[in-house]
């Protein structure tokens, strides 16, 4: 899928013209011109505007992805209310590129725990990383207890060097400049998980079984890297949900202790002073509410902005990102939305209804998931698969779209790559060419 250099043909009598079109709403930001070509490197896809009415001229968006920002005046006198109060602001994907305000130093390794194969990678990684570019490496602690590397005496000086961290113990956020993951799809669920707040950028090696998010392959990973090193690379923003779960304390204790009867049972008094316990998650695919090992309908109220629109009798629901639309969500029968898309779907797990289809929300709302006052079991949630839990009656989830996405690195562009995904991992729309008619028939 190699890019394509776009020819712009410009009539003659148009040449002189150098007239563009601003968007006022966009603080002048989109520019669409008839004389000058889009600035940037070649894009293999792009979206043509319509010629203006009353107008022969054509012209091309500068936006390859997104639709033009709105003319927010109506007629001679009718406009829309200016928000001042922005949430967000939607960037060409094609001119996220990634820049360095200081060269990187620091690197954390992500490497498949419990696969043979990747210990060579992650062998000759770990040394062009610290002797080529003399790179500080951070590593899970628990990859370095791996026999094969323990044992290699070789590695030893290389593994001197490293900076080790143990999950949910140690804080690296502010320590890593950018991540290097070695693996499938899971470790980079797995580089999103360690970071609750803002996410270094993160370069993903296809080494796993499917490798849907992970778009560079090993075999030229010295060019690759050095290419991040030194800023030219492209970059798709994965959003991120931010979840916020509000359970009621019924934890059991077997001391008596602050109020706690000997059999474990909280006190009615001291569980209003307590409050209730809150935990936030940052997740990069989906949220999974589903009936767990009950064999009952799961039967969960789902609140928009505090209304309430729809109660799901099934298995569940998936509330997923776009990066997670071609996960679990597609499994069941969602559709898959390109990572650049501002959205969140809603996606029913067997719904045992026949008109239940699933949604796309604007990525600015904030969803509620509850049990029904009349569920007859309780529900679980997990969050890319992991923290699984039971949700009670009482227990809240409430997603939102974080403000802090997670930079993937592109091999060639957003769209390119994710299209290639699509074909290779997916083998999306794969199907038998339809033969031509042999002889020309008469119709």
């Known amino acids: 899928m190699e890019a394509e250099q776009e020819n712009f043909c410009i009539s003659k009598d148009d040449e002189s013209t150098e007239s563009a079109f601003h968007c006022s709403a966009c603080h002048d930001d989109e520019e669409w011109s008839c004389a000058n070509p889009i600035r940037g490197r070649a894009k293999t896809r792009s979206l043509s505007a319509s010629p203006a009415l009353g107008s022969t001229k054509e012209f091309r968006r500068t936006r390859s992805l997104h639709g033009p920002c709105p003319v927010t005046t109506f007629g001679p006198k009718a406009c829309m209310l200016q928000n001042p109060k922005t949430i967000m602001h939607i960037q060409d994907p094609a001119s996220q590129r990634l820049t360095w305000n ?22 000759e990684l770990c040394v062009y990383l610290t002797e080529e570019n003399n790179m500080i490496v951070y590593v899970e602690k628990k990859v370095l207890e791996d026999p094969a590397i323990v044992n290699d005496d070789n590695f030893g000086p290389v593994k001197k060097k490293f900076c080790t961290f143990r999950e949910d113990y140690d804080d690296i956020s502010n320590q890593i400049d950018f991540i290097i993951c070695l693996g499938g799809d899971g470790t980079l669920l797995y580089a999103s998980s360690l970071f609750q707040g803002s996410v270094p950028p993160v370069m993903a090696f296809h080494l796993g079984s499917l490798g849907f998010l992970t778009p560079f392959n090993f075999e030229n990973f010295q060019s690759q890297v050095t290419q991040v090193i030194e800023g030219n690379a492209a970059l798709v923003l994965r959003s991120r949900l931010k979840v916020k779960v509000v359970k009621e304390h019924r934890e059991k204790k077997t001391l008596i202790q602050n109020g706690i009867e000997e059999n474990g049972v909280i006190s009615t008094s001291l569980e209003m002073e307590m409050g209730k316990q809150i935990m936030q998650y940052q997740v990069l695919n989906e949220v999974v509410v589903d009936r767990g090992p009950s064999s009952y309908l799961s039967n969960v109220d789902v609140f928009l902005n505090g209304h309430l629109i729809t109660t799901v009798q099934g298995d569940g629901v998936i509330v997923s990102t776009p990066t997670g639309s071609t996960a679990y969500a597609a499994a069941a029968g969602a559709s898959m939305i390109h990572p ?62 974080s403000c802090y996405p997670l930079p993937s690195i592109c091999f060639r562009d957003p769209v390119s790559d994710w299209f290639e995904s699509l074909a290779e991992c997916l083998h999306w729309n794969v199907r038998k060419k339809q033969n031509h008619f042999a002889v020309e028939e008469e119709f």
């Open 102 to 123: 200081k060269p990187p130093k620091s690197v954390l390794v992500i490497k498949k725990i419990r696969d043979a194969s990747l210990l060579q990678p992650f062998k």
């Open 340 to 401: 650049n898309v501002p959205a969140i779907m809603i996606t029913p797990i067997c719904p045992h209804s026949l008109s239940f289809r699933p949604i796309v929300v604007p990525a600015g709302v904030e969803l509620k998931i509850m049990l029904s006052p009349d569920a007859r079991n309780t529900a679980w949630v997990s969050f890319d698969g992991r923290k699984r839990q039971e949700v009670c009656h009482g227990d809240s989830i409430s997603i939102t779209t």
